[in-house]
């Protein structure tokens, strides 16, 4: 007689996994949600408090692209000068951007099933999600990759000027797209980049946010949670590297002695440097429009691992660009199993970042054991999962279902 198990098929197991993860969801949203309606005071260092006055924490303008700044112009309007209404405000705005950048997904024919599944992966960053205003910039780079995978490449275009002049990181996507351009080169290829050539250009004439805030994130230094300060820290830890940290601007950074000074160029360019290896292999295997959403997560993925500046809510790019690859085939309601370690790996890496900074943060200047180690698990597991897609990137295929 065959022993039976705890399910009877594999519908009542994906059911059970549905009916945990809503549990899970519900549970996070509702601690998120009565923690941000709890709050009566907003700090006057916080992120909320800069956006308000639009001031740096040096009392200068606060170097963010154009778009961002009015983004942040439109929600005081809303608030008006209550501040903790503000905070609320774009809390509500971010979660429905988020909202939205998983409608673009079902809208590209991807399972809601799976949509719902895989966007779990964001649960134990919700109240980063919450708190930040990263959910706009990802959902500008949904769409434009949506855009341009449909065929509509100059809205594919527009889409991904916009998260660019709503956040820098956007603009790493670029090469991928001038990718597929060069690939099957056109009359209309070539107007559609002159387009975006002097779009730019007119932006950075007419907004000198933008040159500013270029020119402030190439200036900044390794943060304590960059990929380069984790293997610094933890040398310092052992070894005495002569490293030590300061408040700079809001964000805990390293101090570096003499023979490490020329570290945050280094970073900057091993960062550009990976993204535009993989768009140029993205090139030499065909620009394939098949291929494009696998090597949107390995940019995504490499240009926040190996960034000098790193903040927790930047890991809300690889786990929601994830999505579409997880999905494959993106008809198909059956949840593939077989790529639960690596999501599994993810999820871990969130909580993991989330745990060394903020929750730890204030052991950081003291290289607290605790705190390198969880800042370790995050970027291992996140270099593993980045590691095995690219190695395994052929089975990401996207066929029509």
Known sequence: MAKRGFFKDESQKEEFLLFIIALFWLLGLFSAAS????????SKISDQSFWFTLQDPGGGSLSYPFICILYLKFLHLLSGENILLFMQIAAFSSFLFFLASLFVLYKMGIS???IFLLSFLVQPLIMILLLRIETVPIFLSILAFWLFHSGKRMEGWLALLAGAFFKVFPIF?????LAMELKNFSRSSALRLIAVALISLLAFSLF???????????ARGIQVESIYSNILLVGEYF??????IELNYGAHQLVLPAYAEALPQLALGIQVLSVFALSALFFLKGARKE???????????????FSKVFSTQFMLWPLIFAIPIFAMPWGNP???????????????SAAAAYFAYPVLGY???ELSPLTLAALTAKNVLLFAVFAWVFLNRENFFLKED
């Open 35 to 42: 923690t941000m309606l709890a709050t009566t005071e907003v």
């Open 112 to 114: 809601p099933k799976k």
């Open 173 to 177: 996507f670029a090469p991928l797209f």
């Open 208 to 218: 000198p946010e933008n040159m500013r805030t270029v020119i402030f994130n190439s």
């Open 239 to 244: 070894f005495g590297l002569g490293i030590s």
């Open 291 to 305: 291929e494009l959403f696998v090597y949107a997560f390995l940019v995504a993925t490499a240009m926040i691992l």
């Open 334 to 348: 059956r949840i593939q199993l077989k790529l639960f370690p690596q999501a599994a790996a993810l999820y871990l």
């Open 363 to 365: 052991l950081m200047v």
